[in-house]
């Protein structure tokens, strides 16, 4: 797949996967395990940015002895993924025009 496609795809499930409340590494990599597989070494550059672009703010608490950070998604995030799936409606339709049958002469 073309990195930078990946790259967008990551960005919106990590979007999505703070979207409905605040989360931390750990936990993101867990709720998308079962859609797509991402390493840490992965994640936390990807949270980096949403959160330097202004999609994320960051939090730490300690829990269980230990300093945790958790994600929160703020608007310009939740209009990225609002835009992420608009523009999605045109991937699958190149997709389809891609994959679709041959015509048998």
Known sequence: MDIQMKRGLLEAAVLSA????????????KD???YVEISES???PILRRLEASGCLT????????RLR???HILSAGRERLDAFRE????VLAV?????REEKTP
Do not use: C, H
Not at 58 to 65: K, L, M, N, Y
Not at 95 to 99: A, K, P, Q, R, W
């Open 69 to 71: 950070k958790y994600y």
């Open 18 to 29: 703070s979207r409905d409340a605040d989360s931390w590494g750990y936990q993101i990599i």
């Open 58 to 65: 960051v939090r730490t608490e300690e829990f269980g002895g």
């Open 95 to 99: 997709y389809s025009f891609i994959v």
């Open 42 to 44: 992965t994640l936390y």
């Open 87 to 90: 523009d999605w409606k045109e």
């Open 32 to 34: 998308m395990k079962p």
